[in-house]
C-alpha cells in the first residue's frame, strides 16, 4: 500500500501539539499525579487557615502600593517567558521541502514503512512502531515517544481508506 501525503507547516504544528500533550498526559502518571496534587492543595489549604487565624487582616491596612511594586517585576518576567516560548516555537518548525514538511510518500509493506522524500528515504521495521493513533483527522504513527510519521487528514479520500491503513498497520503492531 502507498499513500502520498503533502504535510504543511499547520499540520506539523498540530502534531506538535498533540505528541507533547500525550508526554504530559501518560497514564502511568495520571493516579500518582491525582495523589500528589491533592496533599498540595491540603498543605496549602491548612497553611493558609493558619496563617489567616493569626491575626485578622483587614482591606485599610493592606498596602496596595507594595503590592503593585512586588507584582510588576513577576508580570515582566511572566510576558518575558510566554513571549520567548512562542518565540522557540515559531522557530522551531521544519524547512519546507524538508525531511518533515513537504511532499512525500509512505509505503506500507509486510516488512515494514518505507518513507521517501524529496531529500532521500528511510526505512521503519515494524517493531519501531510503537503505537498509531488519530487526533483531529490526522493520523501519527509513532516510531518513539516524540517522533511521528504524520498523515494528515486530507490524503484520505475516505473514512474507510483511513480505517483500511489504521487496519493494516495495527494488524503488525
Not at 526505512?123 to 518513539?144: L, M, P, Q, R, S
Amino acid at each position: 500500500m502507498i499513500k502520498n501525503i503533502t504535510i504543511t507547516k499547520q499540520d506539523y504544528l498540530e502534531y506538535s501539539k498533540f505528541a507533547v500533550s500525550r508526554l504530559c498526559n501518560s497514564k502511568s502518571k495520571a493516579s500518582s499525579s491525582f495523589l500528589k496534587n491533592m496533599i498540595i492543595w491540603f498543605v496549602l489549604a491548612v497553611t493558609f487557615m493558619s496563617v489567616f487565624q493569626l491575626k485578622s487582616i483587614r482591606f485599610n491596612d493592606f498596602h496596595w502600593q507594595s503590592a503593585l511594586i512586588t507584582a510588576i517585576p513577576f508580570s515582566i518576567l511572566l510576558i518575558v517567558f510566554l513571549y520567548n516560548i512562542n518565540k522557540f516555537k515559531r522557530l522551531s518548525i521544519p524547512n519546507d521541502n524538508g525531511l518533515v514538511i513537504g511532499k512525500k510518500s509512505l509505503e506500507f509493506q509486510a516488512d515494514g514503512i518505507t518513507e521517501i522524500n524529496n531529500l532521500g528515504h528511510c526505512f521503519y521495521k515494524w517493531e519501531a512502531v510503537e503505537v498509531i493513533e488519530e487526533h483531529k483527522g490526522n493520523v501519527y504513527i509513532f516510531v518513539d515517544k516524540l517522533s511521528a510519521l504524520i498523515i494528515p487528514a486530507n490524503s484520505f479520500a475516505s473514512e474507510a481508506e483511513k480505517d483500511e491503513l489504521k487496519a493494516f498497520v495495527k494488524k503488525f503492531l
